[in-house]
């Protein structure tokens, strides 16, 4: 979707997220040493993570704790950052000053939005989350009040169960138009988009334009160290699942992305090596 923006040139290594051991560091480096165990993002636009070695900027590496996994840890970093910048989007703050809201997750099951559930929850909100039937069971233990399946007519329509309207909406799939979130929405809802295109920036801007008190707002990523220490450290505490699909060895490593792009994964994707 992204031609002829990205990737920049060809032979391209993507990936951005990896969890791994510190092998060298930069001269100015003193915030780890060799042989630290760390997590983080690499720049999304070089990408590089499908590799035996690869060069990460310090400001978005953490500490990896020993109660986390390589794969749980290399599952966090884009996924749950996205998770927790859109509920922060929607007004979630994550401390002591936080209101239970309505909040409705669409594709609970997959790699972002298994993760916004469970943040959701740890706010206290009451959440209502979609995904498909084989994972109403997974979706309900992570948490969920309530379970939609999206291929039901009231799935479909993002019905709540209990008749609830949602003072925010975490929107982690596409194909679902403003005229279905709408009257489903409380008179403030907002709409947080994780893969807003530009119909969704028009509507936006619409919204803005008429004075609606119902918004769509487009989240765009924007890379934290402070957020990813919070994710690792809820992670430590148990506090922060990771659901991984399946993992591949890198010699393998189109079919994991082959089945990342299918859009029917529960949970992350992994590659080891």
């Known amino acids: 979707m992204l031609r002829p ?7 391209f290594t993507p990936v951005a997220d990896v969890a791994g051991e510190v092998a060298e560091l930069g001269p100015e480096v003193s915030a ?11 720049n999304f636009f070089n990408g590089g993570g499908l590799a035996e070695f690869a060069v990460a900027p310090v400001g978005l590496m953490v500490t990896r704790p020993p ?68 994972n109403i069971e997974l979706i309900k233990s992570l ?12 799935g479909a329509k993002l019905w709540s169960p209990s008749g609830k309207k949602y003072d925010a909406v975490i ?11 709408e ?9 947080i988009d994780i893969t807003p295109t530009l119909k969704t920036m028009a509507t936006s801007m619409l919204k803005k334009l008429t004075f609606s008190k119902k918004k769509l707002v487009p989240l765009l990523l924007s890379p934290k160290s402070e957020d990813m220490k919070f994710l690792v450290d809820m992670a430590q505490e148990g506090k922060l699942k990771t659901i991984v ?3 591949h060895p890198l010699t393998k490593a189109e079919e994991a992305w082959a089945k990342s792009m299918s859009g029917h994964a529960t949970g992350k994707i992994v590659v080891e090596m």
């Open 32 to 42: 780890f040493k060799k042989g630290d165990k760390v997590v983080g993002m690499l």
């Open 143 to 154: 948490g969920a009040d309530e379970v939609l399946d999206y291929k039901t007519p009231e």
């Open 67 to 134: 109660e986390l996994s390589p794969p749980e840890a290399a599952s966090l970093p884009t996924a749950a950052m996205t998770a927790l910048q859109a509920l922060k989007s929607a007004g979630t703050k994550f401390d002591a000053t936080d209101k239970p809201s309505n909040i409705l997750i669409t594709a609970a099951s997959g790699g972002v939005g298994h993760y916004a559930l469970q943040l959701a929850k740890h706010a206290g909100h009451h959440v209502t989350a979609t995904c498909g039937a084989r």
């Open 183 to 191: 009257p489903n929405l409380s008179t403030e809802g907002k709409v």
């Open 245 to 247: 699909d399946s993992t």
């Open 5 to 11: 923006f990205l990737p920049p040139k060809f032979p």
């Open 171 to 181: 929107h982690c799939t596409t194909n679902i138009s403003w005229s279905t979130f």
